[in-house]
């Protein structure tokens, strides 16, 4: 038990990058259904920003662990 203990942050960092990446595929996916910029930035800002902030926290958590 004490070992999944230790672990169990990194794995959120994991979780939390897996999500990230999630939701750039999504907002990637969903700006190349659209063939004009003005329906794209919605993705782009929504999904774009997200994705990118949950992988930016799931670095932050896994490097905070290592150290």
Do not use: E, H
Not at 48 to 67: E, F, S
């Amino acid at each position: 038990m004490r070992k999944w203990a230790s672990s169990s942050p990194v794995s959120v960092g994991v979780l939390l990058c897996v999500a990230g990446f999630i939701a750039l595929f999504l907002a990637w996916n969903g700006a190349a259904a659209k063939d004009f910029v003005q329906g794209q930035l919605p993705y782009v800002i929504s999904g774009g920003m997200v994705g990118l902030a949950l992988v930016g926290c799931g670095l932050t958590v896994i490097n905070v662990q290592a150290r």
